[in-house]
């Protein structure tokens, strides 16, 4: 609380206390963006590839996952031919669906 003077209790002014808010805010923005722009020059500069760094490989080959992805299809024409024989529709095919896929 500000008595008459314009001093608070501390007895500091209220441009003391700016100031020293200043100084802060510019501090710790300065090496927040010091620490940033130095990631990013290593990152730009760095002879190894993120792949490298990482030591990241595949979890699976293209083959494992073209086998998957034919697993999956069937698996979800055969849940939807199961629906379709409940409710008395005819049953799709893999090509009826592809036609229907194109078609649209």
Same mark, same amino acid.
């Given at each position: 609380?500000?008595?008459?003077?314009?001093?608070?209790?501390?007895?500091?002014?209220?441009?003391?206390?700016?100031?020293?808010?200043?100084?802060?805010?510019?501090?710790?923005?300065?090496?927040?963006?010091?620490?940033?722009?130095?990631?990013? #020059?290593?990152?730009?500069?760095?002879?190894?590839?993120?792949?490298?760094?990482?030591?990241? %490989? +595949?979890? &699976?080959?293209? @083959?494992?996952?073209?086998?998957?992805?034919?697993?999956? #299809?069937?698996?979800?024409?055969?849940?939807?031919?199961?629906?379709?024989?409940?409710?008395? %529709? +005819?049953? &799709?095919?893999? @090509?009826?669906?592809?036609?229907?896929?194109?078609?649209?």
């Amino acid at each position: 609380m500000a008595t008459r003077e314009g001093r608070d209790r501390s007895g500091a002014s209220p441009r003391a206390y700016t100031r020293r808010v200043d100084v802060f805010t510019l501090v710790t923005g300065g090496l927040i963006a010091f620490f940033l722009v130095g990631a990013l #020059l290593l990152g730009v500069f760095s002879k190894r590839s993120a792949l490298e760094i990482l030591d990241w %490989k +595949p979890t &699976r080959s293209p @083959e494992v996952e073209a086998a998957n992805e034919v697993d999956d #299809l069937e698996q979800m024409i055969a849940a939807q031919n199961d629906i379709r024989r409940r409710r008395g %529709k +005819p049953e &799709r095919t893999l @090509e009826d669906v592809e036609a229907e896929w194109r078609g649209s």
